[in-house]
């Protein structure tokens, strides 16, 4: 085939050769399901508004109860708090576990191999009876004299024993989330940063850990969720103030827990919302440069028009050699 007829069968025009008409994909099946969900969704949002035995003016007098708002502040304290502590052991155990001394190795795996392999209400029992254990905590020399000596129950009371339990419990989970984050970066990394003279724990803080954050904070994100419903176990301490807890009491009071269980569900929704909203802002932050990299696909109707004049539509959507 010469160069003319090529020409020519690209243009469309002058070789008396016509260009397919593309006719849009039909999808039936979209609008059934859309159709089918619609009317899910509409079916319920009738039940919620015309099922009384919701008893929605008894959530509306509840859901701003000053108990319900006091509860909300500690079940956000129990998870910042306990967050905060697990985050700082998983870096440890993280960097434990990287560490070529196999003492350090040994002790982060079983330290994730005991918290990961206990279930947590049995952990928050054992810390609401830590006091039965050990009455007293004594500093001393192993087996010499005592230095010092506390009440248990005076240091570990029940808001202290659910921000430890918790936190020990999440930071095993937390661990293997952070050493699959340093895993992520190229050995490269480390080994170029080694020839420019720099410490290796230098190295971890500034270099890898800034680039295994892309990978470590949605699995975090999702598990400051887990703990902020994981907060509703304290009761096994016991602990009595958070919101699971006293909603329960009111619902018990007034003979109508499900009015009650709303409350406790609207409220964890709101948090957990808040939460994402915040999750998402910190991985845009740490996915600058890699994550916000994608091509913009081509335009359908552009890229028609371009092969009708002969042109060819770039990713843009505009015809090479033409303005957009």
Same mark, same amino acid.
């Given at each position: 085939m010469s160069d003319r007829t090529v020409r020519?069968?690209?243009? !469309?025009?002058? !070789?008396?050769?016509? /260009?397919?008409? @593309? #006719?849009p994909v039909r999808h039936p099946g979209r609008w059934v399901g859309a159709a089918v969900i619609l009317l899910f969704v509409a079916l319920v949002i009738q039940s919620l508004i015309t099922n009384k035995n919701f008893r929605w003016e008894t959530v509306g007098k509840y859901l701003f109860d000053i108990l319900v708002l006091q509860s909300i502040g500690? +079940? *956000? *304290? /129990? +998870?910042?708090?306990?967050?905060?502590? @697990?985050?700082? *052991?998983?870096?440890l155990l993280a960097f434990m576990r990287q560490s070529e001394n196999p003492l350090f190795r040994y002790v982060s795996w079983a330290w994730v191999w005991f918290f990961r392999g206990t279930p947590v209400y049995t952990q928050l029992v054992f810390w609401g009876l830590v006091s039965v254990l050990y009455p007293k905590i004594v500093l001393g020399v192993p087996f010499g004299p005592e230095w010092l000596s506390f009440d248990t129950q005076t240091i570990i009371t029940a808001l202290v024993g659910a921000i430890v339990g918790l $936190? %020990?419990?999440?930071?095993?989970? &937390?661990?293997?989330?952070?050493?699959?984050? /340093?895993?992520?970066?190229?050995?490269?990394?480390?080994?170029?940063?080694?020839? %420019?003279?720099?410490?290796?724990?230098?190295?971890?803080?500034?270099?890898? %850990?800034?680039? @295994?954050?892309?990978?470590?904070?949605?699995?975090?994100?999702?598990?400051?969720? !887990?703990? /902020?419903?994981?907060?509703s176990l304290v &009761?096994? #301490?016991p602990f009595t103030l958070d919101l699971t807890f006293v909603t329960n009491t009111i619902a018990n009071r007034t003979y109508l827990p499900i009015p009650l269980l709303i409350v406790a569900a609207i409220w964890y929704l709101v948090i957990t919302s808040l939460l994402m909203v915040g999750q998402f802002y910190i991985e845009r932050y740490y996915g600058k440069g890699v994550d916000n990299i994608t091509h913009k696909p081509v335009k359908a109707t552009a890229a028609a028009?371009?092969?009708? @004049? !002969? $042109?060819?539509?770039?990713?843009?959507?505009?015809?090479? $050699?033409?303005?957009?």
């Open positions: 020519e069968a690209q243009a !469309g025009t002058d !070789g008396g050769l016509d /260009l397919i008409k @593309a #006719i500690w +079940t *956000l *304290l /129990l +998870t910042v708090a306990s967050m905060i502590i @697990a985050i700082v *052991l998983a870096i $936190g %020990l419990n999440e930071s095993a989970y &937390l661990a293997e989330i952070f050493r699959a984050g /340093l895993k992520s970066v190229d050995n490269g990394q480390m080994e170029a940063a080694e020839a %420019l003279g720099m410490r290796r724990s230098k190295i971890m803080w500034r270099i890898i %850990l800034p680039q @295994a954050m892309r990978v470590i904070v949605p699995p975090t994100g999702n598990e400051t969720i !887990g703990m /902020l419903k994981t907060t &009761l096994a #301490i028009a371009a092969a009708h @004049a !002969g $042109g060819i539509p770039n990713s843009s959507g505009t015809v090479k $050699g033409q303005q957009p």
